[in-house]
């Protein structure tokens, strides 16, 4: 997957527009990526990617260029 | 009012299958307005057994991982009314179930047709959030029920 395959994945995932998100888009600019989003962005990976992140991980994702290093990290991201 | 959508675990595999039941009473208050010469049973009601089935499924598979609480509907379709005097059978299919949410996708049959289906996300409370005095019922029936007798299966003196 290309990173901007991935930007329109977590886009779609979070009601948001892929314009204008990107790597540096934090947390806090994204409503949706609220305690209900934190567990839709776990489902999300663990049902799209077979990643399995635990609590710690996912409390330490602040920008959505955290979820892409994640993804990078475990080789689903070009 | 009760808020016990589900009036009996028929069979159930815990943490991935369930049937429950549900009679639907004619005498249910809500026919009163919904609809007037019309009575059909409302759809969030019907997404709420659903709801409760599944979850009782997943409160079986792991008690101290919490009690199961709906977070979100992530599809629901309703195919065919519902009337009073029906009997629902209610099935659920657990998905993925992981510490920290679950998800799983359950029907509705009444007779031999689907009238509605859902996708449902569930996310966990600590037991201790609700009163120290709660009992999960209809879950306790079916497990007393379903759970081998350890006085009648236990090692011979």
């Not at chain 2, 049973?41 to 991982?65: F, S």
Request: net charge negative.
């Amino acid at each position: 997957m290309s990173q901007e395959d991935a930007l329109k994945w977590f886009a779609e995932l979070f009601g948001l527009p892929a314009a204008g998100l990107s790597p540096e888009t934090t947390r806090a600019q994204i409503p949706t990526w609220d305690s209900l989003g934190v567990l839709t962005l776990m489902a999300a990976l663990d049902e799209t990617f077979n990643l399995v992140v635990n609590d710690a991980d996912m409390r330490s994702m602040q920008k959505v260029g955290d979820v892409l290093d994640l993804l990078r990290k475990h080789g689903k991201l070009a | 009012m009760r808020f016990i959508l589900v009036d009996e675990i028929l069979e159930m595999q815990p943490g991935r299958t369930v049937l429950g039941s549900k009679f639907i009473s004619p005498d249910e208050d809500y026919f009163r307005d919904h609809f007037p010469g019309f009575p059909v049973v409302p759809g969030v009601l019907l997404t709420e057994m659903m709801a409760q089935t599944a979850g009782k499924c997943l409160d079986a598979e792991n008690p101290a991982r919490g009690k199961s609480m709906l977070a979100r509907i992530t599809t629901a379709s309703f195919r065919d009314w519902v009337r009073p005097g029906q009997t629902a059978l209610i099935y659920g299919e657990v998905r993925t179930s992981r510490p920290q949410f679950a998800t799983a996708v359950c029907r509705i049959d009444v007779g031999n047709r689907t009238v509605c289906s859902a996708e449902l996300f569930f996310s966990f409370i600590l037991m201790d959030t609700v009163a120290p005095g709660y009992r999960a019922e209809v879950l306790e029936r079916f497990l007393a029920k379903s759970l081998p007798n350890p006085a009648a299966t236990g090692p011979s003196p």
